[in-house]
């Protein structure tokens, strides 16, 4: 199924190529025109009574999942869409695959730290075992410095508060892994502890509840 090219509900500049036209009623209607994300972890116990944020001040972050369709899936994490990420990281997961589990309408990634020092702030962490919906799907590192398709990704959504659809390569010839596709909206964040963080999809019409949901804990 080919993803349509859907321009930003809410935005600022035109991101890249993709073509314009009305965003509709919110994310979940999004969604729906997208080959979609789903749920389940065990990580959700650790979180507890909600205190500041481990990303700044603001309760809220802009969370970009975006991939070549037959590539891997990344994850960006920024305190508005014109900052640089405070967290990236290219999950195990294809993103064929983690479409299919949008299909189910709710998604639940989770990232678990085995480190034990407490050093460090929890997304400074650098070794994550990735689950997906409860099944692990392997490990990732955190990407100290965007690499240059990633930068090109953050640049062209960088007015883009809420979206998903298609973007242009970076390469002027055919990506041979298929279209780069996108979908970025903001999140509430929840910090339970300094070793656990939950980051919750906002509806923008007020409607549902969540359909993504993304889980940082340090393990003790």
Same mark, same amino acid.
């Given at each position: &199924?080919?993803? =349509?090219?859907?321009? =930003?509900?809410?935005?600022?500049? =035109?991101? @890249?190529?993709?073509? *314009?036209?009305? @965003?509709?009623? @919110?994310?979940?209607?999004?969604?729906?025109?997208? =080959?979609?994300?789903?749920? @389940?972890?065990? &990580? *959700?116990a650790h979180l507890g009574k909600p205190s500041k944020a481990l990303l700044g001040r603001s309760s809220t972050a802009t969370v970009t999942l975006f991939g070549y369709r037959r590539g891997r899936v990344s994850l960006a994490i920024q305190e508005d869409s014109r900052c640089p990420p405070a967290f990236l990281i290219e999950l195990p997961l294809l993103t064929s695959a983690l479409h299919k589990e949008m299909a189910s309408g709710l998604v639940r990634i989770a990232l678990e730290s085995e480190t034990r020092t407490h050093r460090k702030k929890l997304t400074d962490e650098s070794v994550w075992a990735v689950y997906c919906n409860g099944r692990r799907s392997g490990y990732s590192v955190r990407r100290k410095q965007s690499s240059d398709e990633e930068h090109h990704v953050m640049q062209l959504l960088r007015g883009v508060s809420m979206g998903a659809g298609v973007l242009p390569s970076p390469s002027s010839e055919p990506p041979p892994d298929g279209e780069l596709t996108y979908m970025r909206a903001r999140f509430e964040r929840v910090v339970g502890s300094k070793d656990s963080e939950a980051l919750y999809m906002i509806n923008p019409d007020g409607t549902g509840g969540p359909e993504l949901s993304i889980f940082l804990v340090r393990m003790k």
């Open positions: &199924m080919e993803t =349509p090219r859907i321009a =930003p509900s809410t935005s600022t500049e =035109p991101a @890249g190529k993709t073509k *314009v036209g009305k @965003g509709g009623n @919110g994310i979940s209607k999004l969604f729906k025109l997208l =080959p979609m994300l789903s749920t @389940g972890c065990k &990580m *959700v």
